[in-house]
């Protein structure tokens, strides 16, 4: 069914973009603006993507129809045929509603913290274009289109890492940032390319590309799922490409929010889902995506029980969720993957502004020691904080536990027992070192007085919001056991997703199994850290504290000698053969020139010298050839 609402959803945010910049190129260079009237542009129009979103959503949830929409014919070459057009099925719609939904939240809680900030009008004109990107992103009908918000929200990722660009280490974070996912995002790009070279011209859109899948060999499959899992490695943090996402934190925390709940690493999961029926049928691969998100899970949830930095420890939080995501993708369970998405959206939004609410209240401290050392009162930002890790660590009734105790049965149920058994003692970490931070900041006595903060009403809407969202998402996909009709994975039902199927006690025991490691999980850090003395603050030392010293081994293996080989070309290749060569040339021509001159040297006597000598040639030639006759 063609809808103009599909483009309208975009428009909306990128309109706003505009809108903000221009207003913000006129503010700086002719006179000041109000920052009411950058924030009403850049909460208004996510709100208006949201609203058609919902229009959409109502009308195809009462007749059952798929949207396109048909912009323009981009390319036609050959039989080649690249259309900018877009497509609102149920998977697209699903992803966009909490996109807009969450993402204007997050928007109105940056109103609350980027306030007073000289660079405000240009945050918002960045923030509209992020949710404009991940919406093309979204609601692409082709790879190619999807690239184009791929890397969209790349850049504006980049920008607003280092949107405090005169600090050096805010510029190398987004920097590290960019350059991380370009790797990704070749193996992205290498892997469409051969999708197009396996299934010809036979259409670029996803439903034609499903429709043709069957005549690719599985090799040529099994590569470019291989490749296009590479993209999502590196967009949505996983091993090996995650190093990025820690550095990410530099930035502004609402940035923080909206990379980690509704738009950049999300992408990665999202697109293995949109593949999902390349991925049907190469098995190997899935299982290799769920291994790494397994790996992945593990490995963040190990580092961040030594972190000190708050939006640190949120942050390798958020690379052991997506681990989760993706074992289930990897397993063949979509509908489970993508519901985590959607849960864990709400609750790691609310967790990331509350935590940069505590952080305004403290003037920008960070290390959760440190805060506690300084706490203040905020009962709203104390409150929705514990709700977030509550709902993090797989607590029943709170939205998390719906979604990941569904990923955990699911690699029980296919015999995956070693990602069960990590994906188990994720958990246990994860409701461990989730506690910590909240008992360490919120509980543990510091021996000073607390004094009541007052919390922004652009702060406290967007949490309150999020906390019923954290507390009742999970209600959508309740399990049958309990009554429930699994209301995502029937709407996700074109998945083709692997169902549960297991005895009810077996379910029973998984969920109390799941429950009772959190819960344990719970207890170590209450007895560790709801007394701790704060004023005795644990260090980042050790191997897990300088987290297994990948970063420097990235460093030593991957930029050292990167640099190595390019001083190399440099000071050997380029200056000595290249430029040796070609200045060798150059003397032998300047030598050649230096001879010649003597010719030609200006001196009249010389010139006559010349004209007496050659006559006198010519004349003892011509005597020699009569004398000969």
Known sequence: MHTPYLVLIILAPLLGALLNGGFYLYHIKRKPLPEILFALIGTITPFIAFIFTLVLFLEMKSSDVTFHQSIFTWLDINGLVIEMKFLGDKLAIFMAMFVTFVGWLIHIYAVGYMKNDEGFGKFFAYFNLFLASMLVLVLADNPIILFIGWEGVGVCSYLLISFYYTDADNVMAGNKAFIVNRVGDLGFILGVVTLFFALGKTGLDFASMEANVGVATTGTLALAGFLLFVGAMGKSAQVPLYVWLPDAMAGPTPISALIHAATMVTAGVYMVARFHFLYTGIEEIGLFIAYIGAFSALLAAVIATRQTDIKKILAYSTMSQLGYMFIAVGLGFYSSGLFHVFTHAFFKAMLFMGAGAAILALHHEQNIFKMAQHRVYQPIVKATFLIGVIAIAGIPPFSGFFSKDAILAAAFQEGEFIIYGIGIFTAFLTAFYMFRLYFVVFVAPNGHDVHYASTDKTISFPLLVLAIGAVFAGFLNFPAIFGGEHQVDTWLAQLGSTALHMSHSTEYLLM??????????????????????????????????????????????????????????????DDKVVDGMIM????????FGKKLAFLQNGNVRFYALYMLIGMSCAFLYLYTTLIGQ
Not at 584 to 591: A, K, S
């Open 584 to 591: 060798l040339v150059c003397r032998e021509f300047v030598d």
């Open 512 to 573: 109390f199994a799941s429950v009772a490691v959190a819960a344990l999980g719970i207890l170590v850090a209450y007895k560790k850290y709801a007394r701790f003395d704060v004023s005795k603050p644990e260090t980042e030392e050790g191997i897990i504290g300088n987290k297994f010293y990948i970063d420097e081994l990235y460093d030593y293996v991957f930029v050292k000698s990167l640099k190595k080989i390019s001083h190399f070309f440099d000071r050997v290749v």
